[in-house]
T-cell receptor, first 113, second 116 residues
Framework: NAGVTQTPKFRILKIGQSMTLQCTQD?????MYWYRQDPGMGLKLIYY???????DKGEVPNGYNVSRSTTEDFPLRLELAAPSQTSVYFCASSYADRQETQYFGPGTRLLVL | AQSVTQLGSHVSVSEGALVLLRCNYS??????LFWYVQYPNQGLQLLLK??????LVKGINGFEAEFKKSETSFHLTKPSAHMSDAAEYFC??????????????FGRGTSLIVHP
């Protein structure tokens, strides 16, 4: 049981490039989330999904896109990377919402130059 | 809509001293409350959570937190700090979004520094 896995661990992008951050969970969780973490700012929700085929915007969705074709996978797409997207990105999953615990992946550190 | 305030971006204690990390929330309905810990270069993991069963919640590694509705607080404490407690701690609150889902909102985090 690997939990939540994320790839890559680290990536350097040039301004204007695109990339996909991968996230997979093997716990059969319905809910999945993408957060970005910037120093002193906590975690900001980018997108979330309550099940396959259903996604919704979080607090900071601009510049990102997601899809959820399967229960296990929730990739995050960055189009036209900008320096403001330099951050650490965390994927998380939970069985449901309300009081359910979120399980986090190890993170992807992204640097846009 | 909810918000979470963590007082103090950094808290410094000596090994063996009391740890107190503060969290205040605002919510339009009774919330679900969480404390997560993040060790360097890792993801977050759950320390404890309040789900309305009991106001004093015990978590892993000797941490506990008390839900005080009148003060809208959920402060995290540990009687005696260990060097291994040095980490970033996040308070989170979960209450309904416009779409009806309960999606957590995180505080800005408090970095706990433990001195020998």
């Amino acid at each position: 049981n690997a939990g939540v896995t994320q790839t890559p661990k680290f990536r350097i992008l040039k301004i204007g490039q695109s990339m996909t951050l991968q996230c997979t969970q093997d716990m059969n969780h319905n809910y999945m989330y993408w957060y970005r973490q910037d120093p002193g700012m906590g975690l900001k929700l980018i997108y979330y999904s309550v099940g396959a085929g259903i996604t919704d915007k979080g607090e900071v969705p601009n510049g990102y896109n997601v899809s959820r074709s399967t229960t296990e996978d929730f990739p995050l797409r960055l189009e036209l990377a900008a320096p403001s997207q330099t951050s650490v990105y965390f994927c998380a999953s939970s069985y449901a919402d309300r009081q359910e615990t979120q399980y986090f992946g190890p993170g992807t550190r992204l640097l846009v130059l | 809509a909810q918000s979470v305030t963590q007082l103090g971006s950094h808290v410094s204690v000596s090994e063996g001293a009391l740890v107190l990390l503060r969290c205040n929330y605002s919510s339009s309905v009774p919330p679900y409350l969480f404390w997560y810990v993040q060790y360097p270069n890792q993801g977050l993991q759950l320390l404890l959570k309040y789900t309305s069963a009991a106001t004093l919640v015990k978590g892993i590694n000797g941490f506990e937190a008390e839900f005080k509705k009148s003060e809208t607080s959920f402060h995290l404490t540990k009687p005696s700090a260990h060097m291994s407690d040095a980490a970033e701690y996040f308070c989170a609150v979960s209450d309904p979004t416009a779409g009806g889902s309960y999606i957590p909102t995180f505080g800005r985090g408090t970095s706990l520094i433990v001195h020998p």
